[in-house]
């Protein structure tokens, strides 16, 4: 259900492109980013912290957007927010005693702790390579392959990433299993 949510915005952005223009998907992009900020609040109780920082992006650079007639404003969003969620990965590790990865995943999920750091770091490369790889297709192709890779190829790449990490994990959480059922 979360990532529906998550997805949402973005998904009513490429919809309104393909009938409209990228002005007025800007404009649904950055009102369904409000209404999802506010749904949540009013469904969980309190603001996601990611949702948060998203409306402010999509609001400061889709404003822009539309204020300047400049489409390139929205398209830096996707690499900044990826910037800004791999600054907050890496300064994880030195503010509190988890990193984010152990805080998100550390109740459901026993790792060694360097399993943890590896998993930390990687999600921050990976933020960093999306939003370079956001850059290379903005200034190496046109604006609906742009739009296409937002929707598509962004997603695409970060189920890829998951599996990947799941896949990683997969092996520590069975070294762990089996090591407390040898403690019985």
Same mark, same amino acid.
């Given at each position: 259900?979360?990532?529906?949510?998550?997805?949402?915005? %973005?998904?009513?952005?490429?919809?309104?492109? !393909?009938? #409209?223009?990228?002005? &007025?998907? +800007?404009? $649904? *992009?950055?009102? @369904?980013?409000?209404?999802?900020? %506010?749904?949540?609040?009013?469904?969980?109780? !309190?603001? #996601?912290?990611?949702? &948060?920082? +998203?409306? $402010? *992006?999509?609001? @400061?650079?889709?404003?822009?957007?539309?204020?300047?007639?400049?489409?390139?404003?929205?398209?830096?969003?996707?690499? &900044?927010?990826?910037?800004?969620?791999?600054?907050?990965?890496?300064?994880?590790?030195?503010?509190?005693?988890?990193?984010?990865?152990?805080?998100?995943?550390?109740?459901?999920?026993?790792?060694?702790?360097?399993?943890?750091?590896?998993?930390?770091?990687?999600?921050?490369?990976?933020?960093?390579?999306?939003?370079?790889?956001?850059?290379?297709?903005?200034?190496?192709?046109?604006?609906?392959?742009?739009?296409?890779?937002?929707?598509?190829?962004?997603?695409?790449?970060?189920?890829?990433?998951?599996?990947?990490?799941?896949?990683?994990?997969?092996?520590?959480?069975?070294?762990?299993?089996?090591?407390?059922?040898?403690?019985?």
């Amino acid at each position: 259900m979360k990532m529906l949510v998550d997805f949402l915005p %973005v998904a009513l952005f490429f919809i309104v492109y !393909k009938m #409209e223009d990228i002005y &007025v998907a +800007t404009a $649904v *992009l950055i009102i @369904a980013s409000a209404i999802q900020t %506010v749904g949540v609040r009013l469904w969980k109780g !309190k603001f #996601e912290q990611s949702h &948060v920082i +998203t409306l $402010v *992006l999509v609001a @400061a650079f889709g404003g822009l957007t539309l204020f300047l007639h400049d489409e390139m404003f929205i398209k830096w969003k996707p690499s &900044v927010i990826n910037w800004l969620f791999a600054a907050v990965f890496l300064g994880s590790m030195w503010i509190g005693k988890q990193n984010i990865i152990q805080r998100m995943l550390g109740g459901q999920v026993e790792l060694p702790q360097d399993v943890w750091v590896k998993l930390n770091v990687a999600w921050a490369a990976f933020f960093t390579f999306l939003g370079f790889l956001n850059l290379y297709v903005i200034y190496n192709y046109d604006t609906d392959t742009w739009v296409n890779f937002k929707l598509f190829g962004l997603m695409g790449l970060t189920i890829v990433f998951i599996i990947g990490q799941s896949l990683y994990m997969a092996k520590y959480i069975q070294d762990s299993e089996q090591g407390d059922e040898g403690d019985r």
